[in-house]
């Protein structure tokens, strides 16, 4: 599926991604060597009259809700794609008037960061260290098992 088309990969994502992450079927586009799937997130329900700051700054809480309680599983589903398609997965929601794209390019770079060179994230060192004299085992104080 190295090569499949836009429409293809589209209809990959519309049948992947859990029921009620989107209010449809989310817009997926190809640019370059990415692939970027936004989705539209139920806009809030705000009292009548109040104003366009106010919808915008509960677009964004609502978008950025999203984005928390789904990363687990659309990490998931991007290494399945990029698995799949050989192309990195940026994720994005809209609510209302606005758009926001996570980690562009799927690796944790910023905008503009397109080089290699920032790419590589080490993920899962935290609980290596040195051991030598003086040092504790992570979690148990003193280094001793009570159980």
Do not use: C, H
């Amino acid at each position: 599926m190295e090569n499949a088309d836009a429409s293809t990969i589209a209809g990959w994502f519309a049948g992947r991604l859990p029921d009620g992450w989107f209010t449809g079927a989310p817009e997926v586009t190809i640019e370059g060597d990415q692939i970027v799937v936004v989705g539209t997130v139920p806009e809030v329900e705000l009292p009548s009259g109040a104003s366009a700051d106010a919808k915008a700054a509960a677009a964004k809480g609502r978008i950025q809700r999203f984005r928390e309680y789904t990363r687990r599983e659309r990490i998931w589903i991007a290494r399945e794609a990029e698995g799949l398609f050989k192309k990195n997965v940026t994720w994005g929601a809209k609510s209302g008037d606005t758009r926001v794209t996570f980690t562009p390019g799927g690796s944790g770079r910023g905008d503009g960061e397109k080089t290699k060179e920032g790419a590589s994230v080490t993920i899962g060192r935290w609980g290596r260290r040195r051991r030598g004299p003086g040092s504790r085992r992570w979690g148990f104080p003193g280094g001793v098992r009570y159980f």
